[in-house]
């Protein structure tokens, strides 16, 4: 008998719970966590293993790092991907680092965990959609599930690995229900998910903008174009071989990406297929992005921003029949 | 005495605003169940700092400058920014102080010297020590004041700061809001200085700087404190750092949870969190604005017809606000891509 | 406790090692042998030896960007030293860090970092895993005056005080941040103040007595040990040489030599140890010249080793 369904974030925080009953090495802290007694981590592992961490993220994250070496596995406990950016010396300077530049000596297990995106009117400073900005990094790996099988397996993953891994959660997904897997359940790194066969068009959604893609998907199939789906789930190391095959069958690319266009993950898979793919496209790559500016607290304003299913289908038109330039 | 020499219409100015300041919050609060889906994303109110934030304003000239948190509608209020633009700019509305692009966490008014906030804890500090540095150059005796709360002195960006602008004699006075929660946090849990049961303004002496804490209950006794900090940050010899201990009396802000649920005000922290009744009941019998309500009557500053009025004026107003904001339009779609330049 | 006899012959050991090896790296810089960014940690001898010398190999070490030294009397080997400065497979981390990033995990120097600071919390690390494993070693952290004023060493004392973690501050307090003097950074002169609201254990030493670096050390790590918290020694030191080589220093003025020869870590305890019979008269020549045979020995191996494959860079990026 299947079990009910999970929230996205409770997959998530059962991947962790299992994890550090698994390997006592896994540590959880951060703010605003553990600060009572009936708290279920707490309760479960201990104030050695679980702790609330004052508003430090430079030193959390520095801390994790130093443990890390010595031998833990910390999860740290971030909230907003944007909280990260006070301490960006420590998660792009310095825990990718490490492994490298001793020749092999060392490496760095940490997991930090980040809520991104959450366009709800929480105005310009808590909604950015930021992976772009550690991808490319030397030794970092980055990690963006869609759904709540996804979200508990990749962090299962990510904890496991010996590199440092950003887990970006999407906001908006937390209370989305899905079928996860009980018990030990691995979405290795680096693997895409085709989420949807198709033959005409190949889409590529990442988080939160995969559910739109599979929406314009049912869309476009009502009149007649048929559109594959793609989940690249890791954005650094990416699986960019599932999307050169898949637009070798279809001929045309869309990339549907929350960040603006310059800082997406949207532009650089659009560079590896127009480099490595050349010869497969029958049309230019559309990039559909949240336009280039802070995302604005006024809701007509906001989503005018970002991305949905109309740009998504109206991008799919442009690449079945390209208007002169 | 603390307050002398604040004659009746200075002391009737205090307890006015302290009241259109609750009133407003009342009324941002009441929006959630008067007209649910208006206010959208997270709001953070300031009832119960009242005093701290109207006696601090007290002692500034016209030409001074503030920066503070995301907890910031009290200080607008007080400034005398008008709670229609104030309200429709939590609302959303294109007729709000900032056109509806900041939302409660950002409002700003740069006509009445309050120059922003900051979302992210304790990263206004470092601005409002910039602004200081501006002041300092231009040579008109202007000051600043930078607000933020407890949780924020933990903040790599507040000791930077605070050190720097020791060193140069900035004029910013450093005003740290302590209400003993970070959220769900109580101070004694991340702080050492609190887990030692040492009052946080110790912390001022990592930077060579005056340190003291006062009643933020007390209008007055912050008044006292904050203007002598104004007067030597204006005489050019430095900041100084106040910790004005105060009691929030709702929750740290609404409920945090996707589209689809209802947003509304949980109980505080103290009670939800710790179970701790007790306390917050205190904190209840202590509230600055009838407190401060009663002082001016039962001394005789004030008849209670006197105090009656401007509860009810206030109450008129911040109901006009309310109405004004949900009659206001909305911001045209593409005004979204404005403003991204100057 | 006064350093003597076969102790005293250690600490002048490893202070001409570090004495000669960073006199050499300065003349191979200038030969162009070694290559980039180098910070030589001449004239801070004292503050290196005192405190590494009673260390062991599972205590941790972090340093900063002036670092040789730091390695060196925490066991590093200075053949693969030397190698790591000119780039070779033989160095301590394959070529693949440098001068700022030495790492010698197997005598528990857990490295050298180039950003200011950002070494303070990984040392947290360090002593927060030692206490979870329920041992006793400490982790110590070498950082400079400058380094006090940013944002991370406030997060760390805090953290650290709160939780009663095993941690060393050193501070080598040499009077300058790169190319400006303390006075420019803050108005508080001592680094101990700037911890004093946070009532962590600390003290002041005249950095350049390295018998006085050494037993207010002792205290700290004994404690430290016993289950203590955290602990700040704050060593007022010389920088001898310009904050980095090729630095023209044109922000101060130079030390004159009589003026250093009083101060010399190294000078004043042979003459202490010459005054009270503990060392003999030829020891300091003795000394200097086994030092200079060591650093020679480990000019050449060095010398000897091939650079790295260049596939290396990719095949490292990831553990697997």
């Not at chain 1, 549907?256 to 650089?268: E, K, L, N």
Request: charged residues 20%; aromatic residues 6%; negative net charge.
């Amino acid at each position: 008998m299947a079990r009910e369904q999970l929230p996205y974030i409770g997959a998530i925080l059962e991947a962790i719970r299992e994890e550090m009953q698994r390997d006592e090495t896994v540590l959880y802290y951060g703010q605003n966590i553990a600060t009572t007694e009936n708290d279920p981590f707490l309760q479960a592992f201990g104030p050695d293993r679980v702790r609330v961490t004052p508003i430090s993220e430079t030193a959390e994250i520095g801390m994790a790092v130093g443990a890390a070496v010595a031998g833990y596995r910390p999860v740290v406990e971030l909230y907003m991907a944007e909280f990260m950016l006070v301490a960006m010396d420590q998660v792009v300077n310095e825990a990718n680092r490490f492994h490298y530049m001793s020749g092999g000596q060392v490496k760095v297990p940490v997991v930090l965990k980040a809520g991104y995106g959450f366009t709800a009117g929480w105005a310009g400073q808590h909604t950015g959609t930021i992976y772009g900005m550690f991808m490319g990094v030397p030794g970092l790996k980055v990690a963006v599930p869609s759904t709540p099988a996804d979200a508990k397996g990749l962090m299962t993953a990510s904890i496991r690995d010996d590199n440092p891994v950003v887990f970006f959660h999407h906001y908006l997904l937390t209370l989305e229900h899905g079928d996860v897997p009980e018990g030990e359940h691995v979405v290795p790194l680096g693997q895409a998910n085709v989420a949807r066969e198709g033959s005409d068009v190949t889409i590529v959604g990442i988080g939160w903008t995969v559910g739109k893609a599979l929406a314009a998907a049912e869309q476009l199939a009502a009149d007649g174009v048929s559109a594959e789906v793609i989940d690249p789930r890791t954005l650094a190391p990416l699986d960019t071989a599932t999307i050169l095959a898949s637009v070798e069958k279809t001929g045309r690319l869309v990339v549907v990406d929350q960040s603006t266009r310059h800082g997406s993950a949207a532009a650089v898979i659009a560079a590896e297929v127009a480099s490595e793919g050349f010869s497969s496209l029958k049309a230019p790559v559309q990039l559909v992005c949240a336009l280039d500016a802070t995302i604005p607290y006024s809701e007509p304003m906001e989503e005018y921003i970002l991305p949905n299913e109309a740009k998504i289908v109206d991008a799919v038109h442009q690449v079945l029949s390209p208007t002169a330039a | 005495m603390a307050g002398n020499g604040l004659d009746k219409e200075r002391l009737t100015w205090i307890l006015t605003q302290m009241t259109r300041i609750r009133e407003f919050e009342e009324r941002v609060k009441g929006t959630f169940e008067e007209h649910p889906g208006v206010i959208r994303g997270h709001t953070h109110l300031a009832d119960g700092a009242e005093a701290s934030i109207v006696g601090s304003l007290a002692a500034l000239r016209d030409d001074d400058q503030l920066l503070t948190t995301y907890r910031c509608h009290g200080y607008p209020v007080a400034l005398g920014t008008d709670p229609k633009a104030l309200m429709a700019e939590i609302y959303g509305r294109s007729t709000g102080i900032c056109k509806g692009y900041g939302g409660s966490m950002h409002l700003t008014d740069v006509s009445r010297g309050f120059m922003g906030t900051s979302g992210i804890v304790g990263q206004g500090i470092p601005h409002a020590t910039g602004a200081a540095y501006a002041a300092q150059i231009r040579k008109k005796g202007q000051v600043v004041l930078c607000f933020f709360g407890d949780g924020a002195s933990k903040q790599g960006a507040f000791h930077e700061s605070l050190n720097i602008a020791s060193l140069w004699k900035l004029p910013v006075v450093y005003i740290m809001e302590n209400n003993n929660y970070n959220v769900v946090t109580r101070t004694e849990q991340e702080d050492a200085n609190a887990a030692a049961g040492e009052p946080l303004a110790v912390k001022a002496k990592a930077f060579s700087m005056p340190g003291v804490t006062v009643d933020g209950g007390d209008p007055l006794a912050v008044y006292d404190v904050v203007s002598a900090a104004v007067e030597r940050a204006r005489a050019g010899e430095g900041p100084t750092l106040v910790e004005s201990l105060v009691y929030r009396l709702s929750a740290h802000g609404n409920i945090i949870v996707p589209p689809g649920i209802p947003l509304h005000f949980p109980e505080h922290e103290a009670i939800e969190v710790f179970g701790n009744v007790e306390e917050y009941e205190a904190a209840k019998r202590g509230d600055p604005v009838p407190r401060f309500r009663s002082k001016l009557v039962t001394d005789g500053t004030l008849t209670p017809e006197e105090a009656d009025a401007i509860a009810q004026s206030a109450r008129d107003e911040m109901a006009a606000a309310v109405t004004y904001g949900v009659e206001s339009p909305f911001p045209a779609p593409d005004d979204a891509v404005k403003y991204v330049y100057a | 406790m006064a350093v003597e006899g076969g102790a005293g012959r250690e600490l002048l050991r490893t202070m001409w090692r570090i004495r000669v090896f960073e006199e050499r790296v300065g003349q191979l810089t200038r030969a162009d042998e070694v290559h980039g960014l180098v910070h030589l940690s001449s004239g801070s001898e004292g503050v290196a030896a005192g405190v590494c010398g009673q260390l062991r190999a599972d205590d941790v070490v972090y340093s900063n960007h002036r670092a040789h030294g730091h390695a060196i009397a925490k066991g590093a080997p200075l053949a693969g030293v030397m190698a790591e400065l000119m780039g070779r497979d033989g160095g301590l981390c394959r070529g693949m860090g440098g001068s700022m990033h030495l790492v010698d995990a197997a005598h528990g120097f857990l490295g050298a970092t180039g950003v200011v600071g950002g070494n303070v919390p990984l040392a947290l690390g360090s002593a927060l895993a030692g206490r979870l494993q329920g041992g006793d070693q400490v982790a110590v952290v070498f950082f400079g005056d400058g380094a006090v004023q940013g944002g991370i060493f406030a997060e760390s004392v805090n953290l650290a005080t709160l939780w009663g973690l095993p941690v060393i501050l050193v501070c080598e307090n040499n009077g300058f941040a790169e190319f400006t003097p303390r006075s420019a950074h803050t108005n508080v002169e001592r680094v101990s103040d700037v911890v004093s609201p946070y009532g962590l254990e600390r003290e002041t030493v005249d950095g350049n007595d390295v018998g006085a670096v050494r037993d207010a050390f002792a205290r700290f790590l004994a404690a430290a040990r016993a289950g203590g918290g955290p602990a700040l020694l704050e060593c007022l030191t010389v920088r001898l040489r310009g904050h980095y080589e090729g630095d023209p220093q044109l922000y101060r003025e130079a030390l004159a030599a009589d003026e250093w020869q009083e101060l010399d870590p190294i000078l004043r305890l042979q003459r202490r140890g010459l005054e009270e019979g503990w060392l003999e008269a030829d020891a300091p020549a003795r000394l200097e010249q086994e030092a200079r045979d060591e650093v020679e020995d480990a000019v050449h191996a060095a010398r000897e080793s091939p650079f790295p494959p260049p596939g290396l860079t990719v095949e490292l990026v990831y553990a697997p």
